[in-house]
């Protein structure tokens, strides 16, 4: 050891640094071979199946059965005006009427830029209908091969040996493969209608208005006049309603206003009141839009099905709508589905390295993924790394 000490200290500068580097580029090498991958580092989980329940959360506030806030669809000048402060009205009774005071060019470029949305959702949808005439077709085939004699039995059991070949595996592919582009479609669908009700919203705003009453009740705050301004989406007036209901009116964004429907069921958290959740139903899913700094979202008004005497109008409310549930799919958690080329993938360790398995995802629930495609029941996955991973640090504590 001495004699080879000897020997590097006579050793010129330059070459002392390379076999220094050298010697350094070993130490990591053989570091990452001892201490690098295996299980410990991480935390293992498996493809399982599940229900799982999509939600739309967003925060609202319960405006009871008290009021009902009436806008102007238009931004204009008032012309007619049919109804006062405490006056009675019935649901479609004529309020009051505005004429736009949008120009003429303005207007053609509205509703050019409506025609052309409209234009492009009919592009996505026409797009829809090939590719599910497509997967259909990928079903068929597939559908055919998979029940003749090579990979059926005579009592319809699979015929497992012969289920590994190319052929079968092939067109089960090009069937998935056919799914999943027709479903990632809806959600280019989705983003084309979202467009058209902006446009449209923007489009009515340089439009002559009749506004009309939504729900029975007393005109109150009444805001607008005869010869005077109104703007588009502008309160103009509240409606006492008759209904007792109490309900919670949130906002709902644009992307995700096509999952809400009439009907769903919901949960609901007040902030006054802790431990308890309130059951909800979608009642009402608003038509029109409202336009703020160019943000589109439309008002949603869930009933309380079990309402409480100390809820009071404006507490605020954390609403989840469930928009859709499926039961008994190949789901993972959350954590697992991680973004990769474009795509998701989900990471498994083959030997001591991590290999990226992409996937075709369908619902999120709060928990859990829905692996449309990609993964098998029971496979083994990453699910996250364990604090104190003996990745993170080298031979040097670093």
Do not use: C
């Not at 990452?32 to 580092?41: F, L």
């Not at 925060?59 to 238009?74: L, Q």
């Not at 004699?149 to 009592?155: A, G, K, R």
């Not at 027709?182 to 705003?205: E, F, G, P, R």
Request: charged share 25%; proline share 2%; hydrophobic share 35%.
């Amino acid at each position: 050891m001495g004699r080879m000490f000897g020997r590097f200290k006579k050793l010129s500068l330059k070459k002392k640094i390379v076999v220094i580097t050298v010697l350094i580029l070993v130490i990591f090498f053989v570091w990452g071979r001892i201490s690098g991958g295996g299980t410990d580092n991480y935390i293992i989980g498996e493809v399982s199946r599940s229900t799982i329940t999509q939600t739309v959360a967003e925060t609202g506030n319960i405006e009871g059965g008290a009021s009902v806030a009436v806008t102007s669809p238009s931004t204009g000048i008032v012309e007619e005006v049919y109804a006062g402060n405490g006056d009675g009205v019935n649901v479609g009774d004529l309020l009051f009427k505005v004429q736009s005071s949008a120009t003429e060019q303005e207007k053609s470029q509205a509703y050019s830029n409506y025609l052309t949305s409209v234009s492009t959702l009919n592009v996505a949808n026409s797009t829809a209908n090939s590719l599910k005439s497509t997967m259909l077709s990928k079903w068929k085939t597939f559908y055919d091969l998979a029940t003749n004699s090579t990979y059926e039995n005579d009592d319809g059991t699979p015929k497992d040996e012969n289920r590994i070949l190319v052929e079968f595996n092939t067109a089960k592919e090009d069937w998935l493969s056919a799914e999943a582009k027709y479903k990632d479609q809806q959600t280019a669908i989705a983003q084309a209608q979202a467009d058209v009700n902006s446009k449209w919203i923007l489009h009515q705003a340089t439009q002559n208005a009749q506004v009309k009453a939504t729900v029975n009740g007393i005109i109150a705050n009444l805001a607008v006049a005869v010869g005077g301004s109104v703007k588009s989406n502008d309160t103009t007036l509240v409606i006492i309603s008759e209904s007792k209901e109490q309900f919670v009116k949130v906002a709902i964004n644009e992307i995700d206003i096509p999952k809400i429907k009439e009907g769903q069921q919901a949960e609901i958290d007040i902030d006054a009141i802790d431990g308890k959740k309130f059951k909800g139903e979608v009642a009402r899913v608003d038509k029109v839009g409202t336009n703020t700094q160019g943000v589109i979202t439309y008002s949603v008004y869930v009933t309380l099905v079990d309402s409480d005497p100390s809820l009071r109008d404006q507490m605020t409310a954390n609403v989840e709508i469930h928009t859709d549930t499926k039961r008994n799919v190949l789901s993972v958690p959350n954590s697992a589905v991680k973004p990769y080329q474009g795509g998701r993938a989900v990471q498994v360790l083959d030997g001591k390295e991590l290999t990226n398995i992409p996937v075709t995802v369908g619902i999120r629930g709060d928990e859990r993924t829905e692996i449309v495609k990609g993964l098998e029941e029971g496979q083994e996955i990453i699910v996250g790394e364990k604090n104190g991973n003996s990745q993170s640090r080298g031979p040097f504590g670093f």
